[in-house]
């Protein structure tokens, strides 16, 4: 169960220096295509923190095409973990914990956000069996089960209500909408393990969130580690659950899923890409992070979906030697 005491650092006494601390806090903006997210990783241990602030336009496989870049690594980390203040110029105040949340950033280019994030449930704790069927009955395999392995010693995601206003190069957005943020802590070294996190939002009566490993690229099924269903605002946690994904180089072309909750409905869902690019928000890592267009049935949604890969194991299937001459297309 999470409460307002894992709004406060979790790191324990004998943490080292991969022990983070994180949040995600997306700020879409569907009707009008446009997708901003908030990263924070803070490493208490080492007094460090890194923040990202990136706004998606468009579908491309190059940062260069994105609306808003601003990335900082190495900023002193705040005191605390409820009451985030970085001189880039990005504050993440816990208002009312676990559940409501203040974002307000000013940033280069006349990019700003100021939004109010307030939860409209309670906090999905993946190690929690009374939320998740799949969390672990031991330690052991709650980290097996986790879709990151230990950087998920503690890992909530919540799906929320997201108001206020996004301004990009000086043009301001009303932002009312719902989306899936989350928080993680445990040691984090700087190459995560591939995974997906997929959401998906068909208004205000019924939303999606789950999460699993990364698939190996063959599409075929792969399975849903975590899980829940919003409906007409009652939660169900997913029983059991796949993704298949298609992808070009980093882009995610794609996602079919299928998920069945615990009163037994399936749900089976399409998705391809609105806006989305990628995204390094560690060293040893690209994500392609992105606002995908859902469909269930006559119904159409929208949803943060975060494709992770390593870049270590793309180099080791992928590395050229010069006597291999160009790459121009691969099966």
């Given at each position: 169960?999470?409460?307002?005491?894992?709004?406060?650092?979790?790191a324990p006494?004998?943490?080292?220096?991969?022990?983070?601390?994180?949040?995600?806090?997306?700020?879409?903006?569907?009707?009008?295509?446009?997708?901003?997210?908030?990263?924070?990783?803070?490493?208490?241990?080492?007094?460090?923190?890194?923040?990202?602030?990136?706004?998606?336009?468009?579908?491309?496989?190059?940062?260069?095409?994105?609306?808003?870049?601003?990335?900082?690594?190495?900023?002193?980390?705040?005191e605390r973990?409820?009451?985030?203040?970085?001189?880039?110029?990005?504050?993440?105040?816990?208002?009312?914990?676990?559940?409501?949340?203040?974002?307000?950033?000013?940033?280069?280019?006349?990019?700003?956000?100021?939004?109010?994030?307030?939860?409209?449930?309670?906090?999905?704790?993946?190690?929690?069996?009374?939320?998740?069927?799949?969390?672990?009955?031991?330690?052991?395999?709650?980290?097996?089960?986790?879709?990151?392995?230990?950087?998920?010693?503690?890992?909530?995601?919540?799906?929320?209500?997201?108001?206020?206003?996004?301004?990009?190069?000086?043009?301001?957005?009303?932002?009312?909408?719902?989306?899936?943020?989350?928080?993680?802590?445990?040691?984090?070294?700087?190459?995560?393990?591939?995974?997906?996190?997929?959401?998906?939002?068909?208004?205000?009566?019924?939303?999606?969130?789950?999460?699993?490993?990364?698939?190996?690229?063959?599409?075929?099924?792969?399975?849903?580690?975590?899980?829940?269903?919003?409906?007409?605002?009652?939660?169900?946690?997913?029983?059991?659950?796949?993704?298949?994904?298609?992808?070009?180089?980093?882009?995610?072309?794609?996602?079919?899923?299928?998920?069945?909750?615990?009163?037994?409905?399936?749900?089976?869902?399409?998705?391809?890409p609105d806006?989305?690019?990628?995204?390094?928000?560690?060293?040893?890592?690209?994500?392609?992070?992105?606002?995908?267009?859902?469909?269930?049935?006559?119904?159409?949604?929208?949803?943060?979906?975060?494709?992770?890969?390593?870049?270590?194991?793309?180099?080791?299937?992928?590395?050229?030697?010069?006597?291999?001459?160009?790459?121009?297309?691969?099966?």
């Amino acid at each position: 169960m999470i409460t307002a005491a894992e709004l406060e650092y979790q790191a324990p006494d004998d943490a080292d220096h991969d022990w983070a601390e994180t949040y995600f806090l997306p700020v879409p903006v569907p009707e009008e295509h446009l997708l901003a997210h908030v990263y924070v990783v803070v490493r208490p241990k080492l007094g460090v923190m890194s923040n990202d602030v990136y706004v998606f336009g468009t579908v491309s496989d190059s940062r260069a095409d994105l609306l808003h870049y601003n990335a900082r690594q190495h900023l002193p980390a705040p005191e605390r973990w409820s009451k985030i203040d970085s001189p880039m110029g990005l504050s993440v105040q816990a208002v009312n914990p676990p559940r409501d949340h203040r974002i307000d950033y000013v940033g280069p280019d006349d990019t700003e956000i100021h939004v109010d994030w307030n939860g409209v449930m309670e906090p999905f704790d993946i190690h929690d069996p009374r939320l998740s069927p799949r969390a672990g009955a031991t330690a052991a395999e709650q980290i097996a089960n986790s879709s990151s392995g230990a950087a998920y010693k503690g890992h909530y995601d919540m799906t929320g209500r997201i108001t206020g206003t996004l301004t990009v190069r000086g043009k301001t957005y009303e932002v009312n909408c719902l989306e899936r943020m989350d928080r993680s802590w445990g040691p984090r070294p700087e190459v995560v393990r591939p995974m997906n996190s997929i959401n998906a939002n068909f208004g205000d009566d019924l939303c999606f969130h789950l999460r699993g490993s990364r698939d190996n690229g063959e599409r075929l099924p792969n399975p849903v580690s975590h899980g829940y269903v919003l409906d007409k605002g009652e939660f169900f946690g997913i029983t059991e659950g796949s993704f298949t994904a298609t992808r070009f180089g980093t882009v995610l072309l794609t996602l079919d899923v299928t998920v069945t909750d615990t009163r037994g409905k399936t749900y089976r869902m399409h998705a391809s890409p609105d806006v989305g690019g990628p995204w390094t928000a560690y060293a040893g890592n690209v994500t392609w992070n992105s606002m995908m267009k859902w469909t269930l049935g006559d119904r159409v949604g929208y949803g943060v979906v975060m494709d992770n890969n390593r870049i270590d194991e793309a180099v080791r299937e992928r590395g050229m030697w010069p006597t291999d001459g160009p790459r121009t297309l691969r099966a």
